[in-house]
C-alpha cells in the first residue's frame, strides 16, 4: 500500500527549482544560437543589416517637447492679462486659458515666473496648477496692495539728499 500520493511541499519546490533551472539553460542555448546566426547572416549579408535610416527608427515622442512660441515679453504680458482674468472671472476661467497653451509655451511661462519644478519631465496638467499657484498669490498680494504703484515706485530713482534735508 502506497502511503504518500502527493508530492511534500519540500518536494514540489526541489522539482520546481530543477525545472527552473533547465529552462534557463535551454534559454541561454537558444539564444547562444540565435546570436550565432545572426553573426554568421551579417558576415554573409551585411548590406541586409545596415543601420536604418532616421525616419524608421521609432523616435520617443516625449523628447520632442517642441520649441515655446512666447518671447520673455509677450508672457510677461499674457501673465498680466491672466491676473486681470483671475480677478474679474476666477481661477477657472484662468485655467481653460492656459489649457489652450501648448506644453513648451506652458513650460517657458513657469520658467519666465520662476516657478520651481520638482519633476524633470512634467506633464501640462502639472505645468497649468504651478502658474495658477502664481496666478492666486499675485491676485492675493494685490488685493492689500496696488501692484501698479508698487512698479512705479520700484522704476523711480531714489534720491537719498532729499530724505536727508527734512531733519
Not at 10 to 23: A, C, G, P, W
Not at 112 to 119: I, Q, R, V
Amino acid at each position: 500500500m502506497i502511503d504518500n500520493l502527493f508530492n511534500t511541499p519540500t518536494d514540489e519546490v526541489n522539482r520546481l527549482i530543477t525545472e527552473l533551472s533547465e529552462t534557463r539553460e535551454a534559454l541561454r542555448d537558444v539564444s547562444s544560437r540565435l546570436n550565432r546566426i545572426e553573426t554568421r547572416l551579417k558576415r554573409a549579408f551585411p548590406h541586409a543589416f545596415a543601420n536604418r535610416p532616421a525616419k524608421e527608427r521609432s523616435e520617443n515622442p516625449r523628447k520632442e517637447i517642441g520649441v515655446p512660441t512666447l518671447t520673455s515679453e509677450t508672457a510677461q504680458k499674457l501673465y498680466e492679462e491672466i491676473i486681470e482674468q483671475a480677478r474679474k472671472s476666477g481661477v477657472e476661467d484662468v485655467r481653460d486659458r492656459l489649457s489652450a497653451l501648448s506644453l513648451p509655451d506652458l513650460s517657458f511661462l513657469r520658467h519666465e515666473l520662476g516657478a520651481s519644478l520638482g519633476k524633470r519631465k512634467p506633464s501640462a496638467k502639472t505645468l497649468i496648477e504651478i502658474i495658477l499657484g502664481r496666478v492666486r498669490e499675485s491676485v492675493m498680494l494685490s488685493r492689500h496692495t496696488d501692484r501698479q504703484q508698487l512698479v512705479e515706485q520700484s522704476a523711480m530713482p531714489k534720491n537719498p539728499s532729499k530724505e536727508g534735508e527734512g531733519q
